[in-house]
């Protein structure tokens, strides 16, 4: 088991990633306030894995109950938060009982929202059971549902107070979700580790046939890129924005589609892939290197085009940004390879050339 | 005017205090991070005083959108507030534009709730219109919606930049919302300020035949015991529970009969009446103790009894408190006049008698 620490001062926490995880009921009790958990996981990751969340808690003494929400990005919405608030009132829970997120970036960002919600904040615990989710969303505090007229519009900056990943939990991922969180592995290295970048290129297809050992380093590798930058911004006044890149586009995508059309991770590939082809357009990065992209993304069976939307629809979800700044939309883009930077300044005839070179 | 200042370190913020605030845009001005407003009012109060608020911050330059919720604690729920986050997401509200809350309790609390979950939290000015969220709801940052099995029950404590107290909004101000806000105003006197407690037993009638100086120099006082209380126990670890004295029995009350069928001061003077027979019963303070808060909260022409909804039904819905710790509820009791305490020991007997004993 590797552990690392999110520097947060007194909202500090550990990230414990391994096998066998599960069982642990050892690593969760010192985060525990009193002795009662709230699990919230959904249809498809409960059958798998709830019983045996339960049981080593259960034998450790601690007073369990659950709500199994239904499964997919399409309902992560008030309707589905409120059967978490329901059971959370129907079961009695306090403000001191512990709320268990076991599942992925939807569960968790949940999971998430109504314990920074539920008499206005009761402690949480992130149980990542999907790659995307052990990589990036279930650590770092951000937690949202989504608007019908925009991804994650609503939520809350709410950090855990453990993250529990489970490698053995990838081996009932199915191949859509394992690539969708190589989506954000990757980011990591197109943003901030050339290093990593190089490792990848070198080991992708490792990843893709599920070695373990490659697996493990991967998370590792990017859990201690997000704790790093969230370290040094917590909420997101600036550095952190970078983790967004493709985010802009890609959640045009997801909104414009509808919630759950494409996965989260599809989205942020064909996304990054229109920041990729927007930050040659400014001559900051050349033809080779966007192949380079488009080429990991491929190999990790990934999409890198976007759907034909409209350019125009494209436009008009980006402005709903929470990035967007005075009117400006301002878009994480790639100076070099291993660098993004924020960038308020493309002109609009660039970034809907960008969107339509990008679409197929 | 007064100013009083919350101290709570880089979240500190100034409260203002006096006649004719609301067209001096020159003491918003310097809290806004951009020229852009979003104010939330409701059909009560946007009549009386949007137009005045929004020509003051127009003339200054700053752009203003609103939104006109129906009034009443019955409408303080999701599918209201989801109206706010409509009408932000409509305008292209960004996370640098400044939510402005213009109303009593019911929208502060959920103009608040609103800007601490949009975009994970926006810029917030409370201007509270009725003497109760000028003395207590708009101080402190509990924000809240109600959830059908209980009050306040998904929130999040989010402070504002500025409070914004016009004393001139008291003159239209119904006699029954004057009152509900007395309540609060007494309060304090019986938590922790026997000295004010004296002053209101001198000064009550001025202040229900509003006299402008004893009004200013009531919720003046009130904010300062507010602000004093938030600034050592900010997320209610502690002394801040004491500031819900009546409030568990009070909320029982208000939810019992539905919300909106008392305003919450009338079931917070009643509940305090049942706080103070079972600390009576506990032998705390005397009969005649009693009879001088009862006395106050009729001269304030509150109520002094609650409703007969079977002390079973109080219990249950009392159960429910966030203050309940471990299955046992904890009550904010009355060690004498001034002083209050955290007590979860008293007997579930003596708490359905003192129920029982003020039932009418």
């Not at 201690?224 to 370290?231: D, S, T, W």
């Amino acid at each position: 088991m590797q552990t690392l620490n999110v520097a947060l001062g007194e909202r500090a926490y550990p990230i414990h990633i391994g096998r066998g995880l599960f069982g642990r009921a050892d690593l969760i009790l010192p985060h525990l306030k009193t002795q009662r958990v709230a699990i919230v996981t959904n249809t498809v990751v409960g059958p798998l894995y709830l019983e045996r969340l339960r049981a080593g808690l259960e034998a450790a003494g601690v007073r369990t109950v659950a709500v199994v929400l239904p499964d997919g990005e399409a309902h992560k919405d008030w309707e589905t938060l409120n059967r978490i608030f329901d059971m959370l009132l129907a079961e009695r829970c306090e403000r001191s009982t512990t709320l268990v997120a076991l599942g992925g970036g939807v569960v968790g960002d949940m999971g998430g929202f109504a314990a920074a919600c539920y008499q206005r904040g009761m402690p949480f615990i992130q149980v990542p059971t999907t790659l995307l989710s052990q990589v990036d969303s279930s650590v770092g505090g951000k937690t949202a549902i989504n608007h019908p007229l925009g991804k994650n519009m609503i939520g809350a900056f709410y950090q855990p107070r453990l993250v529990l990943a489970d490698i053995d939990t990838l081996d009932t991922l199915p191949d859509r979700e394992l690539s969708a969180g190589l989506a954000e592995v990757i980011k990591y290295g197109l943003i901030r580790d050339p290093e990593f970048l190089a490792w990848l290129e070198a080991n992708l297809d490792r990843l893709v046939a599920r070695d373990t050992d490659a697996l493990a380093w991967a998370i590792e590798r990017s859990c201690r890129n997000k704790a790093e930058v969230v370290a040094a911004d917590e909420t997101e006044q600036g550095e952190r924005a970078l983790l967004n890149l493709g985010h802009t586009f890609g959640h045009a995508i997801e909104t414009g589609l509808g919630y759950g059309e494409w996965l989260h991770g599809e989205a942020v590939a064909a996304g990054t892939m229109m920041a990729a082809e927007l930050s040659r357009r400014l001559g900051w990065i050349d033809t080779a290197a966007v192949a380079r992209i488009e080429a990991l993304f491929e190999r990790a069976r990934l999409p890198v085009w976007g759907p034909r939307m409209g350019v125009e629809r494209y436009v008009e979800l980006m402005s709903h940004d929470k990035k967007v700044e005075a009117g400006k939309l301002r878009l994480v883009l790639l100076r070099a390879l291993g660098r993004a930077v924020m960038h308020g300044e493309a002109p609009a005839g660039e970034i809907a050339a960008a969107i339509e070179a990008r679409c197929r």
